[in-house]
């Protein structure tokens, strides 16, 4: 059992090139959200969604987007790299709102 | 509104001591509340939570958390600390209703051998 799994590990970008985050659960989860985590500031929510063809924003969402076109699926969108959105990045799944959250193992960016 | 503060960034203990990691909130109504721990290079592995019921929660690797709503807290502890404790540990809350977690913004274990 896979549970979330995401690419690529390592990415280095150059400032204004774009990419795509990728993220695949397969517990069959309805939930799923984008985290970025910087030293000293937890974890901070990019997006979610509740299930195929919904999502939402969190807490920053600046330069972000996401799609969510399957329940194992949810893909995040960087648009123009800045130096900013250098962080690690996590994908997570739950079943329901109130569940226990499933982690990635991160994406590390770095944006140059 | 919903928040979380774990006041502090560094916590060290020595093998064999107990543990605590603190852990306050802030949400209107009743909590949902989450310890996650995180070590080097991997993501977030759950630990316990508390949603309703029994004020002291049990949890995975001999982990457990104390629920006051008078004092809005929500402290991790271990009886018996081990050096592969050692990691950071992070609280979050969710308000009732709510479709995501607010995180504190961590706590780093150091266990002394």
């Known amino acids: 059992n896979a549970g979330v799994t995401q690419t690529p590990k390592f990415r280095i970008l150059k400032i204004g090139q774009s990419m795509t985050l990728q993220c695949t659960q397969d517990m069959n989860h309805n939930y799923m959200y984008w985290y970025r985590q910087d030293p000293g500031m937890g974890l901070k929510l990019i997006y979610y969604?509740?299930?195929?063809?919904?999502?939402d924003k969190g807490e920053v969402p600046n330069g972000y987007n996401v799609s969510r076109s399957t329940t194992e699926d949810f893909p995040l969108r960087l648009e123009l790299a800045a130096p900013s959105q250098t962080s690690v990045y996590f994908c997570a799944s739950s079943l329901g709102a109130g569940d226990t959250q499933y982690f990635g193992p991160g994406t590390r960016l770095t944006v140059l | 509104a919903q928040s979380v503060a774990q006041p502090e960034d560094q916590v060290n203990v020595a093998e064999g001591n107990p543990l605590t990691v603190k852990c306050t909130y802030s949400v209107s109504g009743n909590p949902y509340l989450f310890w996650y721990v995180q070590y080097p290079n991997r993501g977030l592995q759950f630990l316990l939570k508390y949603i309703t019921g029994d004020n002291l929660v049990k949890g995975s690797y001999g982990f457990e958390a104390e629920f006051n709503k008078s004092q809005t807290s929500f402290h991790l502890k271990k009886p018996s600390a081990l050096v592969s404790d050692s990691a950071l540990y992070f609280c979050a809350v969710r308000r009732g209703g709510a479709n995501n977690l607010f995180f504190g913004t961590g706590t780093r274990l150091t266990v002394i051998p």
């Open positions: 969604s509740v299930g195929a063809g919904i999502t």
